[in-house]
């Protein structure tokens, strides 16, 4: 669908320009934040990475509610919905073949993989600093 797509792209070109984001999970009942650094826009789909390894892997895969928070000057992006996990790791396997960073982390040695999801049931909004939504995207 044409408004998800060009959501898809917005969302992209915000995460692009702030280079770093945060996801938030919960933990029990306790948030949880971390910055991450990559996504992907493919097929009209954000797919972010997460080692499999790590808590923020096993916080998702029991309560798969997440929001991302970026920051570009004084807008923000607030993109949050429910986590899908690809079911096999071949998506993973070849964002790790092209990051020498990654590869370090994630090979044969350590055993460890990159889970790699989407959102779905998602809602993205950019806001200026008082809070007031400019754009707003369903998928």
């Given at each position: ?14 995460l692009n320009e ?8 919960v933990d029990g ?45 004084t807008d923000f ?63």
């Open positions: 669908d044409t408004m998800a797509l060009e959501g898809a792209e917005r969302i992209d070109e915000f702030a280079k770093v984001f945060f996801l938030a999970t009942d306790k948030p949880k934040n971390r910055p991450l650094g990559f996504h992907l826009l493919k097929d009209g789909k954000i797919y972010f990475g997460v080692g499999d390894f790590k808590d923020v892997y096993k916080q998702m895969r029991k309560n798969p509610y997440v929001e991302i928070v970026a920051l570009v000057e992006l607030r993109y949050y919905g429910k986590a899908v996990f690809e079911e096999d790791y071949t998506l993973g396997a070849s964002i790790v073949a092209g990051n020498e960073f990654l590869q370090g982390i994630y090979n044969d040695e350590t055993g460890f993989k990159l889970g790699i999801f989407h959102l779905e049931e998602a809602t993205a909004e950019i806001r200026d600093i008082t809070g007031k939504i400019n754009e707003s995207y369903e998928f």
